[in-house]
């Protein structure tokens, strides 16, 4: 399922018409989740991914993303260990706010498919669910071709793995690495 969801994004934006520039590339951000039980248990942390744009015009472009997040924790009550992987996979839509200079500012917003799984002495607990994500940010061009993005997001997605509704979004602030072409 995760592999089909990466391969129907990857090849939906290789079909899009040859016009634009795309790029991608690696990333990594600081993840705090907004949900308190959920940082409680598993703290803030580093998630990992990628990401691959597409420009349709000086302003407006799309975006397909996949990231990693991995935490281990303590239950609340019996204070035995449990594990969790998120996976969000998402696209969207981002506005350049300059079109000219080393420098420019974004803004942009998509949908993403959470993928849940928890792992503990209990069970395991797994879930899927679509979100929605915003993110504010800037790309630095450091050479022809190699860009430097930083940005912040904030992303919401409901699931309800076992008897319980957490939202497993959150503020996520970061950057990475792309290769435009």
């Known amino acids: 399922m995760k592999r089909r969801i990466l391969v129907v994004l ?10 634009g520039t795309a790029s991608f590339g690696i990333k990594v951000s600081y993840f705090m989740p907004s949900e308190q039980v959920f940082k409680d248990i598993y703290g803030s942390g580093p998630m ?21 997040y991995s935490g281990t924790g303590k239950l609340t009550y019996t204070k035995e260990e449990t594990k969790l992987t998120l996976v969000p996979i998402g696209a969207g839509v981002r ?9 420019r500012p974004y803004v942009g ?15 395991t607990a797994e879930a899927n669910g679509v979100g929605f994500v915003g ?35 959150g503020i996520e602030l970061g950057g990475g690495l792309a290769v435009e072409f």
């Open 10 to 19: 990857f090849l939906g934006c290789l079909a899009l018409p040859a016009a």
């Open 135 to 169: 993110l504010v940010g800037v790309n630095l061009r450091l050479a022809k071709g190699i860009i430097l993005d930083l940005r912040a997001a904030y992303s919401s997605c409901s699931l309800t793995p076992a008897d319980f509704k957490i939202n497993v979004g």
């Open 109 to 123: 917003a998509g949908v993403r498919c959470y993928i849940y799984k928890e792992t503990n002495v209990i069970g």
């Open 95 to 103: 506005v350049d706010l300059l079109t000219k200079g080393a420098a």
């Open 48 to 68: 990992f991914g990628g990401e691959f744009g597409f420009s349709l015009s000086d302003r407006v472009g799309l975006w397909a993303d996949g990231q990693y």
